[in-house]
């Protein structure tokens, strides 16, 4: 593994993370009472060099940061703990209809309260980097929220704060993202990778201009870049992707398209010794002001595919060049409707 340092901090983080989402709600892979599962998988993660996590307080309303608790009692200043603050699940507990989004509340007030509950649900005293979850601009905006992170970072409370914005991927995004790091000094996070680069194109020289970083998440965009889909792959009903493309149609020209990309980047592993999921996440490591990849990861397998990807050959300026070329033409297809 390799590592990067947490801008603003003296801490080194690994490379590749771990989005304890997979783990921390229903909503995307482990059953949500199986948390001897989750805890296994994270614990595997310490052997591989992995010590960033990436989790939030609404993951399962606190299992999440639960769970992260549960793993590493044992060996907490060996961990890089960031969590997320934002939504009143208090109030509104539970997986919404549709997977919708619970109402934000970004009173000072909320906010430390919420701080308050993550510190005693991850059984620590100070959390590595906070961020804000999904916020729009007018909570960008809000010199009050911000004077609160700011407390609480004095206090030895949060040691850096950033924004993670989604929370799908939203061209709205650019503009608070570029907010948050100029205006704000805040680290961001956001959804970027081979196929979906609207983002990453508009802040990366932003986040290099303010010294800030850039974590990402979703670097295989959907499971497209795992190397596992096929025209004849279907999702279950409540599967994340059902509600990324609801429409069934739209969601199989998106399969059927995504392959077709696919097809035209097989050079990345073409005796290189990268599987296709690892070059996936060295193309977005081939940005300086990245922080860490988060990879949707499920179970043993993967773990350990994603893991190896920091040690498997960055890519070549040539094969940067092509990328960029076949990005700029959208792989010969036609663009999206």
Wanted: glycine residues 8%; contains cysteine.
């Amino acid at each position: 593994m390799k590592y990067r340092n947490l801008k603003g901090t003296s801490l080194q983080i690994s490379e590749v993370g771990f989005g304890v989402w997979t783990v921390g709600t229903k909503m995307w892979g482990v059953p949500e009472e199986d948390y001897e599962t989750g805890i296994h998988l994270l614990r595997q993660t310490r052997e591989l060099g992995i010590n960033f996590f990436d989790t939030a307080d609404v993951y399962g309303d606190g299992k999440g940061e639960v769970l992260l608790a549960r793993a590493f009692e044992n060996c907490r200043d060996e961990i890089v703990i960031a969590t997320k603050v934002g939504y009143d699940f208090y109030n509104h507990p539970g997986v919404q209809p549709g997977q919708r989004e619970r109402p934000h509340n970004w009173s000072s007030s909320f906010i430390r309260q919420a701080c308050e509950k993550s510190l005693e649900r991850l059984k620590t005293d100070r959390i590595e980097f906070y961020q804000l979850h999904n916020p729009r601009i007018d909570a960008i905006h809000n010199d009050e929220l911000f004077d609160t992170l700011h407390r609480l970072r004095a206090e030895g409370k949060i040691l850096a704060f950033g924004v993670a914005l989604g929370p799908a991927i939203d061209r709205r995004q650019i503009a608070e993202a570029i907010a948050a790091l100029r205006e704000r000094g805040a680290h961001i996070q956001i959804i970027y990778n081979l196929f979906e680069q609207m983002l990453g194109e508009a802040v990366f020289p932003v986040a290099r201009e303010c010294d800030l970083c850039v974590f990402t998440r979703v670097p295989h965009c959907s499971g497209l870049l795992e190397g596992q889909f096929s025209e004849n792959t279907t999702f279950g009903r409540d599967d994340h992707r059902r509600f990324r493309v609801a429409d069934d149609e739209k969601r199989k020209a998106w399969l059927v398209d995504g392959l077709k990309k696919v097809e035209q980047i097989s050079f990345l592993m073409k005796e290189t010794g990268r599987t296709l999921s690892q070059a996936a996440i060295q193309f977005i490591l081939a940005e300086p002001c990245i922080g860490s990849v988060l990879p949707n990861i499920y179970n043993a397998e993967q773990l350990h595919e994603f893991a190896a990807a920091a040690e498997t050959p960055v890519l070549t300026r040539q094969e940067l060049r092509t990328l960029a070329e076949l990005h700029a033409n959208n792989y010969g297809l036609a663009p999206a409707a």
